[in-house]
């Protein structure tokens, strides 16, 4: 899929996570996602406005972002547009950012394909995770009820991760298979038995659908995000602090998800962080069981 026929597909790019399980490196003033983990020296949101920026174009990228990280975004990405750069007064979590922006692109485009990404991820392997995205995006368009979610194939019992069950074959062309449940962070014995039993994904926090459909879907799960969001932004402090996980997908039924063979890892704790920073050959300060600077 190039740039010339992704036309319908917008991405939204998500920064409003702290980053608190990586304090004292990730802060207020710079969370994680303007972290550079890599050795080429590039921020996580700027690696993954790179990688999206492949597959739809500059115009079509919307952030999601706090007030008060705006100059950090525009250093990343300073040709973003006024109207795609959305700044949220307070951060209220996941389904309130995604409903200002589907919002947004239905008042603006009328409808279209959402790629809603986290912003403070490591993805190994940009050609094999674009495919999986372009699958879902494919799915979509064939399926604009549906929500596409991308799971990644565990690989160890971690604690740290939500999961996603998996079952059956939604469309067995495309690799994309319907969600039976989404589980909470599991203890150790959980995450095991999730392990082997080989139902389950860790969900990646990146989902696909259109914007009418994911502003349905929150107007009948979520109906206070709506209210709020009808009376205009000045009333978004009123949000309530949600996930979409919470919000709409753990009760919605229309979900499915699309894999790859891709390394992925979600940078939610020093052990992870570290890992990848020896990977880039980053060199690192650790003290009292945290990394403190990253050199």
């Given at each position: 899929m190039s740039n010339r026929n992704a036309k319908d597909v917008y991405a939204v790019i998500?920064?409003?996570?702290?980053?608190k399980r990586l304090m004292p490196l990730s802060t207020d003033a710079r969370p994680k996602a303007f972290l550079s983990v890599k050795h080429n020296g590039v921020t996580m949101f700027g690696d993954t406005l790179a990688r999206i920026g492949r597959l739809v174009g500059e115009d079509n990228i919307m952030v999601v972002a706090n007030a008060a990280h705006s100059k950090l975004v525009r250093i990343d990405f300073p040709g973003v547009r006024r109207g795609n750069l959305?700044?949220?007064?307070?951060?209220r979590n996941t389904a309130?950012?995604?409903a200002l922006a589907a919002h947004a692109i239905k008042k603006r485009?009328?409808?279209?394909?959402?790629?809603?990404?986290?912003?403070?991820?490591?993805?190994i392997g940009d050609r094999e995770y674009l495919g999986a995205v372009k699958k879902g995006i494919n799915f979509i368009r064939k399926n604009q009820d549906a929500i596409v979610v991308l799971g990644v194939k565990p690989?160890?019992?971690?604690?740290?991760?939500?999961y996603i069950k998996a079952q059956g074959s939604?469309?067995?062309?495309?690799?994309?298979?319907k969600v039976t449940k989404f589980e909470e962070k599991p203890d150790i014995k959980t995450a095991k038995r999730y392990l082997q039993?080989?139902?389950y994904l860790w969900n990646s926090g990146a989902f696909i659908f259109t914007a009418g459909s994911i502003l349905n879907n929150i107007k009948r799960f979520a109906p206070r995000i709506s209210e709020v969001l009808n009376k205009g932004t000045k009333h978004y402090r009123d949000m309530p602090d949600i996930s979409i996980d919470y919000a709409v997908m753990e009760k919605a039924g229309n979900i499915y998800c699309v894999t790859g063979s891709y390394g992925w890892n979600d940078m939610g704790s020093f052990d992870s962080l570290i890992s990848v920073m020896r990977r880039e050959r980053?060199?690192?300060v650790f003290e009292d069981g945290k990394v403190t600077a990253i050199l």
């Open positions: 998500l920064v409003g996570g702290k980053g959305l700044l949220e007064p307070v951060s309130p950012a995604i485009f009328g409808d279209g394909v959402m790629v809603v990404l986290p912003s403070d991820q490591y993805i690989a160890s019992p971690s604690t740290q991760l939500g939604g469309c067995k062309a495309q690799n994309v298979y039993s080989g139902q980053r060199n690192f």
